[in-house]
């Protein structure tokens, strides 16, 4: 009955707390917001230059009269509540110079009388519900530098006449619905420093006009329906910090003229149909940090100039159809995620791949590899997670891998490995280890050593111990700070679905003998 009304007390006082909490938010939101009233009594029309209310909590909607506002030049009202449509009598605003709605409630379609600000020099409606089409008129704005709309609904095609807004610096069209092919007068704004056009449905091939852009340091065309070839001027962009064409369905070779973006730092080409070897060239990227070439069809062999990246923190070549032996010069890195999964590597694991001290997930699973685990794995104080299964791995387990105390998830499954697992491993308190369908040995104080045709550590975790099938319960790491946690969760939860149990049978049964034993997980009424 005292626990009963224990948890029954702080159940209830949770709950209230809880929505008291709620109410109180809800409250103090409506308190400080204010509805956008922009009327002329409020604002003199000779005199107000400049409107900045920016995270002012604003609601409501941008009254008509706005139009007046003739002396104006910024309009900023960013990052509110403010919802309705766009009046068209913003177009009177002749003199602006800055137009600021971004994240907004705004619905509707951009107003064609947008084009009539001829002064114009940064447009942002990003993060609204716009819908409906760009209007052409934009390219009217020709002192335009900054043109954001990404994250609304719009739809329809990139209008051609954006090819006048030669003093365009960042076009922003992102996350949106746009469809059809990217226009070829794309390549005349020659000023553009960003570009990205991601996540859309635009097809076609990327126009070679895109050669022309050579002030480029941010190409994004991830996420579309691209068609084709990367065309070789894109090697003529030899500013771009940024390349990102993952998503698509991009084919032929990766050409060897992206060797020529020396400033490039994050490239991003996984997710399409090329084809060929990885071009030599891309050894002269040596600010590359990272390299994403996975689930492509590339094939040939990692090349050996790879090694001379030595700025690159994550290289993913996984699901490609690579093949030879995986290149000792990789060892030259400075890695921090190494995925080479899902090839045809053959040959044995090079030690010198245990250079890479700051290595934190290495994935080497589903290939060809043979020979025996390096002696010299310890190195990897940093790894938190490595997968070799699916090979040909034969030899024991090194002793060194007990060393590894960062390990979370070791994976060695369906490999030839032999000889036992090493003592030390019981004090990897956190690392899930997988080893089934090897020929390993379990040592043990209590039974006579057995060969584990399975051994299969933590597909439960609730375990504490593992079971071999031949030769009984021996080991199993202790589980470390994060199981505990999971596991003080799991029974708090458990003892609130039971009081629910408890108050539901006081209810029927004035008489009631509980008995509860958490060691059995017995429950008697």
């Known amino acids: 009955v005292l626990v009963f009304s224990f948890f029954k007390f702080f159940l209830v006082m949770g709950f209230s707390f809880l929505l008291?909490?709620?109410?109180?938010?809800c409250i103090a939101s409506i308190c400080q917001s204010q509805v956008v009233t922009i009327f002329e009594n409020e604002y003199d029309p000779s005199q107000t230059s400049s409107i900045e209310?920016?995270?002012?909590?604003?609601?409501?909607?941008?009254?008509?009269?706005?139009?007046?506002?003739?002396?104006?030049h910024t309009l900023d009202i960013s990052s509110n509540k403010v919802s309705g449509e766009i009046p068209s009598e913003i177009g009177q605003l002749n003199i602006l110079t800055t137009l600021n709605f971004a994240e907004n409630y705004f619905v509707g379609t951009f107003p064609s009388q947008l084009g009539n600000l001829r002064l114009l020099v940064t447009l942002k409606v990003s993060h609204n519900y716009i819908f409906g089409s760009i209007p052409s008129e934009i390219g009217n704005i020709l002192t335009l530098k900054i043109l954001h709309l990404h994250f609304n609904f719009l739809n329809g095609s990139i209008p051609s006449e954006f090819g006048k807004l030669n003093s365009l610096n960042s076009l922003n069209l992102s996350s949106d619905s746009l469809t059809g092919t990217l226009c070829s007068e794309i390549g005349m704004i020659i000023s553009l420093n960003e570009l990205d056009i991601s996540s859309n449905s635009l097809t076609g091939s990327i126009p070679t006009q895109i050669g022309l852009l050579t002030s480029l340091t941010v190409l994004n065309f991830q996420v579309n329906s691209?068609?084709?070839?990367?065309?070789?001027?894109?090697g003529k962009l030899t500013l771009l910090t940024t390349l990102q064409m993952r998503l698509n369905l991009l084919t032929n070779k990766i050409p060897s003229q992206i060797g020529n973006l020396k400033n490039l730092i994050i490239l991003l080409l996984d997710l399409n149909n090329f084809i060929g070897s990885i071009p030599s060239e891309i050894g002269k990227l040596t600010l590359l940090t990272i390299l994403d070439l996975s689930s492509n069809s590339i094939s040939g062999t990692l090349p050996y100039e790879i090694g001379r990246l030595t700025s690159l923190r994550k290289m993913d070549a996984s699901s490609n159809q690579i093949s030879s032996s995986i290149p000792s010069v990789i060892g030259n890195l400075n890695l921090t995620t190494l995925f080479l999964h899902q090839n045809y590597f053959s040959g044995s694991i090079p030690s010198h791949i245990c250079r890479l001290t700051l290595l934190q997930e290495m994935k080497l699973d589903l290939n060809k590899l043979s020979g025996t685990l390096?002696?010299?794995?310890?190195?990897?104080?940093a790894l938190t997670e490595m997968?070799?299964?699916?090979?040909?791995?034969s030899g024991s387990i090194p002793q060194q891998i007990t060393k590894l105390t960062q390990l979370q998830l070791l994976l060695f499954q369906q490999n030839s490995l032999t000889g036992y697992i090493p003592d030390g491993m019981s004090q990897l308190t956190r690392c899930f280890f997988f080893v089934d369908n090897n020929d390993v040995m379990v040592k043990s104080d209590k039974f006579s050593p057995e060969i584990c045709t399975v051994i299969t550590s933590c597909k439960n975790t609730k375990i504490k111990y593992l079971q071999c099938p031949?030769?009984?319960?021996?080991?199993?790491?202790?589980?470390?700070?994060?199981?505990?946690?999971?596991?003080?969760?799991?029974?708090?939860?458990?003892?609130?679905?039971?009081s629910g149990l408890i108050i539901s049978a006081f209810r029927v049964k004035s008489k009631t003998n509980l008995y509860f034993s958490l060691a059995s997980k017995d429950f008697r009424y």
């Open 20 to 25: 008291l909490y709620i109410l109180f938010i």
């Open 374 to 381: 390096p002696t010299e794995i310890g190195k990897f104080t």
């Open 387 to 393: 997968t070799i299964s699916y090979n040909y791995i």
């Open 470 to 498: 031949k030769c009984a319960t021996v080991w199993f790491p202790q589980p470390g700070p994060d199981s505990y946690v999971i596991m003080i969760t799991a029974i708090i939860g458990g003892i609130i679905v039971v």
């Open 226 to 234: 691209f068609l084709g070839s990367l065309p070789t001027e894109i």
């Open 53 to 72: 209310l920016s995270k002012t909590n604003l609601i409501g909607t941008l009254s008509t009269t706005i139009g007046k506002l003739t002396h104006l």
